[in-house]
């Protein structure tokens, strides 16, 4: 019984989905309202749940596999949020464009047990079965759209490459296995904590699993998939890809390196070190290049990926914090540049080329002005709060003596201002292409301005995420 008041929230969870299936299952096509509403009940109640059982102190169940703590209780609740932020953002586009099916929310919603599953995994069995049902969930999102070839097209590579990652990560698993005798994430840093001797199977499976790692964070040189889902996929869709599972990612990461393989922290520092510096650099440098803006925020992604690794590369408290504060706040700005997407697009048309942006200023003030916002704080520019995140990380890396990173990330970071900034001329300084109002239910566009406003408050006031962050992972 003490087993299942841990994963509660998995399991309402799960309860939820089920319910909300078999409800999907007998409404008819034009009352597919309901499913939304359900689902958005099923991510109330599932975030009810998790406070109601939330624990102070780390407590471990079902044989050393599952852990909940004050961490995983947070990172979940933002999941939660996000999820469904990207719910409410997707209705009004779904249903303009015909697309609003059960299957969207169930699987939306299959996806965030997966994330949550990853979020509590305490041993690399875990994390792995949870990655896979985050994973295949993710595929069918991608492919959603069943009548587009181009989606289908994205879905494939997705899958393909996707498969051949989660191999590499379970081949990987195998190898830390046969050297340690076990998965538990606990007795993985008790073992190399004693031990510091380093064989060739061992630093296989570290290599391994850094692979599987970097392809499900996206990072350079495992990223091929990112812009082409990105693109293809439908903006609702990459909305979700592109917003909660980077929570999961971190998750992934902090558990398996912070928690698991701490012990091994000068073998692995160096393989994360070259994927930041790489992610950073093509990230930023190619997004350049994007005249499609979900391309460029893919690019945009892969550098944002840089400096949430450069946390752990530190491998200190101040940069675990770094990177988990990174993490929750680049969601916050992703989901507002998607949304903004799915504000300016109509039936028939897909906002998603730099030019859609242009004399926005013009045709709404406010929705430019918070296009402005989001495009700022992902730039680092003061007084927003990708500025501060940067800082935190920096921060963390200046206090190792990792001067040469730090100078690395600030180079970069002053490369990509330029494709943010562009985005901010096209809107303020281009003639614009049409002069129609735009059209957005209420909701969208009330969570939408707050989505903005967020990224300027907490740029202002960071302390308290900041703390929060500090507080649950002391």
């Not at 309901?34 to 009810?48: C, I, N, P, R, W």
């Not at 550098?303 to 990177?323: K, P, Q, Y």
Request: proline residues 3%.
């Amino acid at each position: 019984m003490a087993d299942l008041i841990l994963a509660a929230p998995e399991i309402f969870l799960i309860c939820a989905i089920c319910v909300v299936l078999l409800t999907d299952v007998f409404l008819p096509a034009d009352k597919k309202i309901v499913t939304y509403s359900l689902a958005l009940l099923s991510l109330v109640g599932t975030a009810a749940v998790t406070v109601y059982f939330s624990v102070g102190e780390a407590v471990i169940g079902f044989g050393g596999s599952f852990v909940a703590d004050s961490a995983g209780s947070v990172l979940k609740t933002f999941a939660y949020l996000m999820v469904a932020i990207c719910f409410l953002y997707s209705r009004d586009y779904l249903e303009r464009a015909g697309l609003l099916r059960g299957e969207f929310f169930v699987l939306g919603l299959f996806g965030l047990l997966g994330i949550m599953v990853i979020i509590s995994g305490h041993s690399l069995l875990t994390l792995y079965l949870g990655l896979e049902l985050l994973s295949l969930s993710l595929y069918a999102l991608v492919a959603f759209n069943r009548d587009s070839g181009i989606c289908a097209e994205s879905a494939m590579k997705y899958f393909v490459l996707g498969a051949i990652a989660s191999g590499t990560l379970l081949y990987g698993i195998s190898f830390l296995y046969g050297v340690t005798g076990t998965v538990e994430l606990q007795a993985l840093g008790q073992h190399f904590r004693e031990s510091d001797v380093l064989s060739l199977p061992l630093l296989l499976g570290l290599t391994f699993v850094i692979v599987g790692i970097a392809f499900k964070f996206g990072a350079v040189p495992f990223h091929m998939w990112l812009p082409d889902v990105y693109q293809g996929a439908p903006t609702p869709v990459t909305l979700y890809v592109g917003s909660a599972p980077k929570i999961a990612a971190f998750a992934l990461t902090w558990r398996v390196l912070a928690d698991g393989l701490l012990g091994l922290h000068d073998s692995w520092a160096d393989m994360v070190v070259l994927l930041a510096v790489l992610s950073l650099g093509i990230g930023n440098i190619v997004a350049i290049a994007q005249s499609n803006l979900k391309r460029m925020l893919a690019y945009s992604t892969i550098s944002h990926v840089g400096f949430i690794l450069m946390g752990f590369i530190a491998g200190t408290e101040d940069g675990l914090r770094a990177s988990m504060f990174y993490t929750l706040t680049y969601v916050i700005m992703a989901a507002g540049a998607f949304g903004m997407i799915i504000l300016l697009s109509r039936k028939g048309f897909e906002a998603e080329n730099l030019e859609d942006f242009k004399g926005l200023n013009a045709r709404n003030p406010w929705f430019a002005f918070i296009m402005l916002m989001i495009m700022f704080s992902m730039a680092g520019v003061p007084p927003f709060v990708g500025f501060y995140a940067k800082v935190v990380v920096l921060e963390s890396l200046l206090a190792v003596d990792m001067f040469w990173l730090a100078g690395s990330a600030v180079f970069f970071t002053v490369i990509g201002a330029f494709y943010y900034l562009r985005v901010v001329w096209y809107m303020y300084f281009a003639d614009p292409l049409n002069e129609e109002s735009l059209e957005a239910a209420t909701d969208l566009r009330v969570v939408l301005s707050v989505n903005g406003l967020a990224l300027l408050v907490l740029g202002i006031f960071p302390g308290g995420l900041l703390n929060l962050c500090a507080r649950v992972l002391s």
